[in-house]
Nanobody, 124 residues
């Protein structure tokens, strides 16, 4: 399984950005794909996840500005980020796990496959 993020960039406060994650070799018929982020000196935190049926779940109030989507024909996960703030500056990671009957929330430890990340920097 390989996950490759792209699209990270430097943007100004209030700007928008869409980042992508191409998933290859996915062995799961049903699965969860998630976005996490990690700022310097901080732990990895959830942005949100989407399941293979298209249902999305977000962490906290990020749903107000961020949208997770998936194009299954392209095996690509997207994160659309609007009204960006300096506190959104982080390395953004995508992650995958199979849907195996266990409850899956938004904890990084629940996800088994990870990409290398793409950097998003928001300047004031």
């Amino acid at each position: 399984v390989q996950l490759v993020e792209s699209g990270g960039d430097s943007v100004q406060t209030g700007g928008s950005l869409r980042i992508s994650c191409v998933v290859s070799g996915n062995p799961y018929r049903e699965y969860y794909l998630a976005w996490f982020r990690q700022a310097p000196g901080q732990g990895r935190e959830a942005v949100g996840r989407i399941d293979s049926a298209g249902a999305a779940r977000y962490a906290g109030t990020l749903r107000d500005r961020f949208t997770i989507s998936e194009d299954q024909a392209l095996n690509t996960l997207y994160l659309q980020m609007n009204s960006l703030k300096p506190e959104d500056t982080a390395m953004y990671y995508c992650a995958l796990r199979g849907r195996d009957g266990y409850f899956v929330g938004l904890d990084p430890s629940e996800f088994h496959h990870w990409g290398q990340g793409t950097q998003v920097t928001v300047s004031s």
